[in-house]
Nanobody, 125 residues
Framework: EVKVVQSGGGSQQSGGSLKLSCEAW????????MGWFRQQPGKEREEVATVYTGGGVPRYADSVKGRFTISQNSAGNTVYLQMNSLKPEDTAMYYC??????????????????RSQGTHVSVSS
């Protein structure tokens, strides 16, 4: 069954760190676009970080540059989001998404067909 499974998240104090993991199950093609987006109540979805698992420079939202890092495993079907120097404004539901892609240009992850169930990240001041 093709699906995206996410783990991690939770609560942390401002300045702390959390790590999210995301695995694309049964994605048999070796290159994918995978990424994270988040949504806060009453606000639009925001792309957080996106990577083409076939190689290339990850893309980050300005709001998380220098603090969050997206990485992947060698198989190209699992990505991680290391979130450092967390701020209260990072509080949101975080979703992982994936799509099979041959070319290296990736759309926003909230446009992908396969997405996780989401996990809540809460940062207190």
């Amino acid at each position: 069954e093709v699906k995206v499974v996410q783990s991690g998240g939770g609560s942390q104090q401002s300045g702390g760190s959390l790590k999210l993991s995301c695995e694309a199950w049964d994605f048999t093609f070796p290159t994918n676009c995978m990424g994270w987006f988040r949504q806060q109540p009453g606000k639009e979805r925001e792309e957080v970080a996106t990577v083409y698992t076939g190689g290339g420079v990850p893309r980050y939202a300005d709001s998380v540059k220098g603090r969050f890092t997206i990485s992947q495993n060698s198989a190209g079907n699992t990505v991680y989001l290391q979130m450092n120097s967390l701020k209260p404004e990072d509080t949101a539901m975080y979703y992982c998404a994936a799509e099979v892609k041959i070319e290296s240009s990736c759309r926003r992850p909230d446009e992908y067909n396969y997405r996780s169930q989401g996990t809540h990240v809460s940062v207190s001041s």
